[in-house]
């Protein structure tokens, strides 16, 4: 596909065909993705793949009790404008996606998170070349059952940077107005 | 240019061509990169862009000496294995490209790195497509100098998040080999 198409095509998608992701496509996208650069080239980027709706809901509830529980005990948390919509019981975070794939960095290290960002980038822009829609699902980051840690693999030396949802779209929406872009200088 | 091919030329670029890069086509990588997502769709990136010679070696000094000082003070500092490059007075952090993009965010967002980062992946791969080429070089991020604060435009209240170098590749290597993806666990 043409890379400007590519461009436009990713789109953040909340609505999937009730239709499965095949795991190899999911590697391939994974495989490609690890064209992204990082800082001394250190790759320090992990994979958690789900395809499994069960998992994804539990992932989804455990993820919102866990944020419920920050707004109640900080009402500055930054996630407090969502705590409506997360005490929706049918509300599943992953907008029932198929499948969702964890990218994950040492906990340890500075740069996990910008690496692992621009993994993700790549991630959404290879799928959405495929024709697969994702969306980077902040609210899907906050696993802490050691249970649940277990069952997906994750150790306590990673973290979860980002939490992609992943699958066929339903449609592919306009993309949104975006602002012109503020220039605080040009020197020439 | 078909997507896979620009995945492949998107390389760490170090070497640039003698030839200065117009204003508008970075105008126009800017625009293109503003289709990057970012949380909430909050848009936080801002933009500086220098393409003046003298003024990107004056930033590169800045950001060696505040480096170096805090080595001195630190030997821990995880940019302390650089300190031997850092003293060569003829070694340019940005490897003399002729145009450095600075994308800034806010300081107080917390959102702000990951939204920058995307954003920079976009504007790395959007370079590629256009034939140029870029290298993001965390080494340039240490600008303190009030004065040189207020000659780039950067207020207080703003940080360096991607510090891009962009120029005319003299040539793009190989990809280095990535390592096979970690996969932490597949769920089905």
């Known amino acids: 596909m043409d890379f400007s198409q590519v461009l436009k095509n990713r789109r953040s998608i909340r609505d999937f065909q009730d239709k499965d992701v095949p795991i ?3 590697h391939e ?4 993705s690890c064209l992204a650069p990082s800082s001394m080239n250190g790759q320090p980027w992990s994979f958690i793949m789900i395809n499994n709706r069960d998992l994804i809901k539990k992932l989804s509830d455990e993820s919102k009790k866990n944020i419920l529980s920050k707004i109640a005990k900080n009402p500055d948390y930054p996630l407090k404008r969502y705590e409506g919509v997360l005490k929706v019981e049918a509300f599943n975070v992953f907008y029932n996606a198929p499948c969702v794939v964890l990218i994950t960095g040492p906990r340890a290290m500075q740069s996990s998170v910008v690496d692992c960002t621009l993994l993700a980038s790549y991630f959404m822009l290879c799928a959405a070349a495929k024709g697969l829609g994702t969306c980077w699902i902040g609210l899907g980051a906050h696993i802490q059952d050691p249970k649940i840690k277990k069952e997906i693999g994750l150790p306590d030396d990673q973290v ?9 779209p339903t449609k592919i929406p306009e993309a949104l107005k975006r602002m012109p872009p503020k220039i605080l200088k040009i020197v020439e």
Chains 1, 2 share one sequence.
């Open 24 to 26: 190899n496509l999911v």
């Open 29 to 32: 996208i994974i495989e490609e």
């Open 160 to 168: 979860i940077i980002a939490p992609l949802s992943l699958g066929y």
